[in-house]
């Protein structure tokens, strides 16, 4: 069979005259905005994240398709498989329709697809020229990645089902006929795989053979599994990366196989933040569906993370290396989490601020920066949206000057404090003045001091001088040393917009060590997003009974259209 890479040349001709003359709208370049990290600093280990916008010829693309098999040994990856197949299946349609490649690579189940028009044409590709050494392997790592720690353990396989319903779903396979361990024999068949233009092909040399006879540079990888055979196939990203494709991972159209219960001990879906995230600082830049087709980016049923960006430049309490650690440690299993540090050159931008156009909650660690006024308006929006804050330390002074206005072209807001906290931080005692911290006995029932141990703790940190606080406030902490009155230290505060916020001069980098310090910056978090919480239950739910009713269950009463798969 004639790839269809491989007209005739006067047909390539005509073909090229008739697109100069006539190109259809259906063909227009593809407009997509990849996202990038960038290291802050050499050898920092925090990253900007970035994007930038490219526009690629479709003719030049290909989307492959990773192990979107029809039956897996782990239940949960079947059941999240089947949430986004419907979706996947609508972005190929679209890309087809703009003249994209299109590769199905559903590895060891070439048996099944043996005759089978796509898969002809993909094994009679031509050799390349310049196919790359060990292209036929899988590839562990890259050079690249020897820069970072690879985020998960995946050791244990990454399966996450419960334990009792894993043994039930094995059980079900075997009685299928299927191998417990090994169950797919093809691709799932909410994917349609078109026998005129489509390929299908699980082998490195016959994916390069097509993307060299196609004149593919650009290549998009999506399906299944992230941290497996997505980045260490053949034909993944590691691959295409390293032998010098342009590729990109759609990141809300792919999942992991990470157990919660493995290191470093956080949600599967925030598992798989972390894979992404590495891809993004070593491996390649990625996508995300909406914008081939429209709507929202895919996000699965059960995940409800509120999203918390925490916006950091400060130098002095070293948050940028306190806080990611909290965040990990503590928000990992419950929120989505996003970083924001300021330019360690120009200390007044902050790259990538507009993450938090996309977040529930604004966490704020800024000592006097004053940014460009687009970049202070997205603070701006957030909070004109009523949507919560919370500050520690150094928060009070976020965006000011002391008694100096902002440098031309920069933007302050003196007012941030008391419109945002309802503080009135003025100044603060001495360095060597160690700080008692006490729970006040009025609000020792507030949610905020769940599990903080009644006794008094030290503080390393200067006392803030901050009384006296707006009305609306809710004092929890207060805070004394020697020869001066006492100080709130920990408060809440509805603002004028009706948005909850928190503030704690608390956040040295000893207050870190500090158990009842770190319960209460949990707690205030969670606090801050109930209502979010609450509402994106309530959207999912809605969501859940309008998909059952479209047919395209994302509640998993079944999914897609296999019966092997109707619990």
């Known amino acids: 069979m004639r790839s269809p890479c491989r007209l005739p040349s006067l047909l390539l001709v005509t073909l090229a005259t008739l697109a100069v003359s006539q190109r259809s709208p259906a063909f227009d370049d593809l407009s997509l905005i990849l996202r990038h990290r960038v290291e802050t600093a050499e050898g920092s280990g925090r990253y900007h994240t970035l994007t930038r916008q490219e526009t690629w010829d479709p003719a030049k693309t290909a989307i492959i398709v990773c192990d979107m098999w029809d039956l897996h040994h782990c239940l949960n990856a079947v059941r999240r498989e089947g949430e986004f197949a419907p979706r996947l299946e609508q972005l190929l349609q679209s890309a087809r329709e703009q003249g994209v490649t299109i590769i199905h690579a559903p590895s060891s189940c ?10 002809q044409r993909a094994q009679a590709a031509p050799p390349a020229a310049n196919l790359p050494h ?30 009792a319903e894993h043994a039930e779903w094995a059980a079900k396979l075997v009685a299928m006929g299927r191998n417990p361990k090994a169950p797919w024999k093809r691709q799932i068949d909410v994917l349609t795989v078109d026998a005129d ?19 593919i540079d650009n290549v998009i990888l999506t399906g299944v599994h992230t941290n497996m055979c997505v980045l260490g196939r053949p034909f993944g990203l ?28 956080v949600s599967h879906f925030t598992g798989t933040d972390l894979i992404v995230g ?3 600082k070593f491996v390649c830049p990625t996508i995300t569906s909406d914008q081939r087709i429209g709507g929202e980016p895919f996000v699965f049923q059960h995940d409800t993370r509120p999203h918390v960006v925490f916006l950091i430049g400060e130098k002095e309490y070293r948050t940028n290396e306190t806080l990611p650690r909290f965040a990990l440690e503590q928000l990992g299993k ?5 970083f924001v540090f300021a330019d360690t050159t120009d200390r007044n931008q902050f790259p990538g601020i507009k993450a938090l156009e996309d977040a529930d909650i604004l966490f704020v660690s800024v000592r006097r920066r004053t940014p460009p006024p687009e970049q202070l308006d997205v603070v701006r929006q957030h909070v004109a949206a009523g949507k919560p804050v919370v500050g520690i330390r150094t928060a009070s002074h976020a965006f000011t000057l002391r008694g100096k206005p902002a440098p031309a072209g920069l933007a302050s807001w003196p007012e941030f404090d008391a419109q945002i906290f309802g503080g009135n931080y003025s100044n603060h005692h001495g360095n060597k003045l160690i700080a008692t911290v006490n729970i006040i006995p009025e609000h020792a029932g507030h949610p905020i001091l769940d599990g903080v141990a009644t006794a008094a703790f030290t503080s390393g940190g200067s006392l803030y001088v901050v009384t006296p606080l707006a009305a609306g406030t809710s004092p929890l902490l207060m805070g004394r040393v020697a020869g001066h009155g006492p100080e709130p230290m920990a408060w809440t505060f509805t603002r004028a917009d009706g948005g909850r916020s928190f503030y704690t001069s608390l956040g040295y980098p000893d207050d870190f060590q500090t158990p009842a310090f770190v319960r209460i910056l949990k707690n205030a978090i969670d606090w801050v997003a109930e209502e979010t919480r609450a ?19 994302v509640c998993y009463v079944r999914m897609g259209r296999h019966v092997a798969v109707a619990l």
């Open 134 to 163: 060990e292209i036929g392997a899988w590839c562990h790592r890259i050079p690249e990645e020897e820069r970072g720690k690879y985020p998960i353990d995946q050791s244990d396989g990454g399966e996450d089902d419960d334990v």
């Open 238 to 265: 590691r691959q295409l990366a390293k032998n010098g494709k342009h590729v990109v991972l759609m990141r809300d159209l792919t999942d992991t196989m990470y157990n919660p219960q493995a290191w470093p001990y």
């Open 110 to 119: 070439m048996d099944f697809y043996e005759g089978h028009p796509a898969r």
């Open 334 to 338: 419950d929120y989505r989490v996003s």
């Open 278 to 280: 590495h891809i993004e």
């Open 197 to 215: 233009r489509d390929f299908i092909s699980d082998q490195g040399d016959e994916v390069w053979n097509i993307l060299e006879d196609c004149g």
């Open 535 to 553: 509402d994106k239950a309530s959207a999912t739910a809605d969501q859940c009974r309008i998909r059952r009713r479209s047919g395209v269950s």
